[in-house]
């Protein structure tokens, strides 16, 4: 069996009823990403940032959002293949985790964690919270943020993927523009080390001249269709 890594983006969970981020009415359309997802931005308005990640985590929760077939089909390929899979997502949502993916590595981050802003360590909260929230940790508690990997700071995990694409023999990426980096860069990582590629997506993303392979569609139509030949 091929060692897998597969990379999602925030398409993979547009039919579980997430928005987004470069799509009409996407994230990004609604909000300048400068004034909610960059260490300035924090600093700046840290009410606007708390608001819009405590508005994302509310939507996340609501009972409707659930995992879709292709997240499914993502687990089901685990089951089979074990440790041969490397899932790691762009996304901050649970919905890899709610349809059974175990060591889902979230790059950038997740919305159902905290981060004390001193100790830097991780809580997981389902909770509101804003400048006023103080963490357990430290002695003298202090505040905590998002546990979201903003613009010019550094992704999470990237040693640990980076070892993984360097032993891969298929390098998926499902459900993300490519425009991202330094996850829009793994395709090349994955090509130098004699992985195929393929691309899974509904439009061609802005690195789509990278892949091997390319399905254009819904997620929930091509995913499990594509995953189906790792038997
Ligand atoms: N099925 C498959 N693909 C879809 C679907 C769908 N149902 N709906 C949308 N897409 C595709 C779009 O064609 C688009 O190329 O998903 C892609 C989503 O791209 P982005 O919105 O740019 O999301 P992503 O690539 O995950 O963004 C990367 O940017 O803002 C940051 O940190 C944020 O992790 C995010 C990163």
Request: net charge negative; charged share 20%.
């Amino acid at each position: 069996m091929p060692n897998i890594v597969i990379l999602t983006g925030a398409g993979i969970s547009a039919e579980s009823g997430l928005k987004t981020f470069r799509d009409n009415d996407g994230l990004w359309e609604n909000h300048r990403l400068e004034d909610v997802a960059t260490p300035e931005a924090f600093a700046r308005d840290p009410a606007l940032v708390y608001r819009f990640y405590n508005q994302r985590r509310v939507q996340l929760l609501n009972q409707d959002v659930r995992p879709n077939a292709a997240h499914i089909a993502i687990a089901k390929l685990q089951q089979r293949i074990g440790n041969k899979l490397t899932l790691v997502t762009q996304n901050v949502d649970n919905l890899h985790e709610l349809a059974g993916t175990e060591d889902v590595v979230h790059m950038h981050g997740e919305l159902l964690s905290a981060r004390c802003l001193k100790s830097g360590k991780r809580f997981v909260t389902h909770d509101s919270f804003d400048s006023n929230a103080r963490c357990e940790c430290c002695e003298e508690p202090a505040g905590i943020r998002p546990d979201i990997v903003w613009f010019g700071e550094q992704p999470m995990y990237m040693d640990y993927i980076y070892n993984k694409l360097a032993t891969a023999d298929w390098f998926l990426a499902i459900g993300t523009s490519g425009n991202v980096y330094p996850a829009a860069g793994f395709v090349e990582v994955a090509k130098m080390a004699g992985a195929k590629t393929a691309e899974l997506n509904l439009d061609p993303g802005a690195n789509d001249y990278m892949f091997d392979y390319q399905q254009q569609g819904l997620a929930t139509a091509v995913v499990p269709k594509f995953l189906s030949q790792f038997k």
